[in-house]
């Protein structure tokens, strides 16, 4: 089963591929216990009333999670300026259209072989006065071994952090992801690059501090300017594209 849920993201994202604007490079895709003692820590490090996967599906045995990488040329398109391009503006539209209709196909599927799955959407599950989540896919991702953090709070996987997660639940068993043993943000490893930080155009984001509220608020603006878009285009990106880790590891594969 673990290899057919993999091919299945694989092969849905590739015919996928043809009926949008953006286009995206091969999903990764990893799998986490859902009773991961890592779980019951979030609701420390990310929001108190963050859920855990039983209270979604009470007979919870994995967490599947997927990351969905950019293209190069939507990555290159939000490099320079002060605003989100249109190109990422639609990606992130595309993007979030996909996971929605992949995580329906992943729990039909699931439901055909005998088995129960529920899915959180990729986007607006957070508390927008707060701005904490009570579902992190980033979180679960992490737990689930597709990467690790980054300074600018994104996951680095082995193809970077420019994509979309996509996280299901599921009662069925499969064997958890191994985590990375070493942190893939050249920052977090020995406190070199910081380049997000410098990317970060309205000074939300600093090597020792993060600012929510004014990255956000940056992110309602990208919104107001792309509203004929007619879609909630909350996004901004700037930390991402053109960094080193922006579609790969940054420390190469030896790290």
């Known amino acids: 089963m ?3 849920i993999r091919k299945i993201i694989e092969e849905f994202t590739t015919a996928y591929n043809h009926s ?16 991961d003692p890592l779980f019951a820590r979030l609701r420390e490090l990310v929001s108190p009333t ?3 996967p039983h209270d979604f599906l009470p007979e919870a045995r994995t967490v599947i999670t997927y990351f969905v990488p950019f293209k190069n040329r939507v990555i290159e398109s939000n490099k320079k300026g002060y605003f989100s391009s249109r190109t990422w503006a639609v990606a992130y539209i595309e993007t979030n259209k996909l996971i ?3 995580n329906r196909h992943l729990q039909d599927m699931l439901l055909g072989q005998g088995y129960r799955a529920v899915f959180v959407p990729a986007v607006h599950n ?3 006065e707060t ?5 992190s896919h980033r979180s679960a991702a992490y737990i689930a071994g597709l990467g690790t953090f980054g300074l600018n709070r994104m996951l680095i996987t082995v193809k970077g952090c420019c994509g979309r997660i996509g996280t299901l639940i599921t009662d069925l068993e499969l064997p958890p992801t191994p985590r990375f043993q070493k942190e893939l943000c050249l920052y977090m490893a020995d406190g070199s690059c910081g380049r997000c930080a410098k990317k970060c155009v309205n000074q939300a984001l600093r090597e020792n501090n993060f600012d929510k509220q004014k990255c956000y608020n940056l992110c309602l603006e990208n ?9 909630i285009i909350d996004v901004c990106g700037k930390c991402l594209a053109g960094v080193p880790c922006s579609a790969k590891i940054p420390a190469g594969e030896n790290i």
Request: proline share 2%.
């Open 2 to 4: 673990e290899q057919l």
């Open 20 to 35: 949008t604007d953006t286009g995206w490079e091969k999903p990764l895709v990893a799998f986490a216990s859902a009773n």
């Open 50 to 52: 963050h859920e855990m």
């Open 100 to 102: 929605a209709d992949l």
């Open 126 to 128: 957070f508390n927008q």
């Open 131 to 135: 701005l904490l989540s009570d579902w």
């Open 223 to 231: 919104a107001e300017r792309l509203k004929d878009l007619e879609s």
